[in-house]
């Protein structure tokens, strides 16, 4: 009596990819192809990449001026609310010196986040004047 193993054996399980149509490639395609999602497909890649909203840049707000320093409001629009961010400028020795702030701090208008900016920029000033920039 001899053992053998069988000519053609039949594997105990076998991996598929997963059907085009639940991945994120085919839902893509899905979108591409659907003559009613016109626009959308644009939309979709924007919010999986990072583009643009098509929102205007904001203006630069007027700076505030405190002991001779020129503070800049700039709140950072993040998820629905604004962290606090401002610059903070300064003539010394003939050049231009800035510096840029930036809290964990977060606010619901960015009309609060401006305010408390300049009020954290004008602590950090009379703590550390003109080490600021150094």
Do not use: C, W
Request: glycine fraction near 8%.
């Amino acid at each position: 009596f001899k053992l053998s193993a069988p000519r053609n054996p039949k594997p105990l399980f076998t991996l598929h990819p997963p059907p085009l149509r639940h991945s994120l490639l085919g839902a893509i395609i899905s979108l591409t192809n659907n003559k009613n999602a016109k626009g959308h497909t644009m939309s979709l890649l924007k919010k999986l990449f990072g583009g643009g909203n098509g929102a205007a840049a904001p203006q630069e707000a007027e700076p505030e001026l405190y002991n001779g320093f020129k503070i800049f409001p700039s709140p950072m629009s993040e998820s629905g609310s604004y962290r606090l961010s401002a610059r903070i400028e300064k003539e010394v020795g003939g050049e231009l010196k800035s510096e840029t702030i930036i809290r964990a701090d977060t606010f619901s208008s960015a009309d609060a986040a401006g305010e408390a900016a300049v009020t954290k920029a004008k602590l950090l000033i009379d703590q550390m004047g003109d080490k600021l920039f150094r």
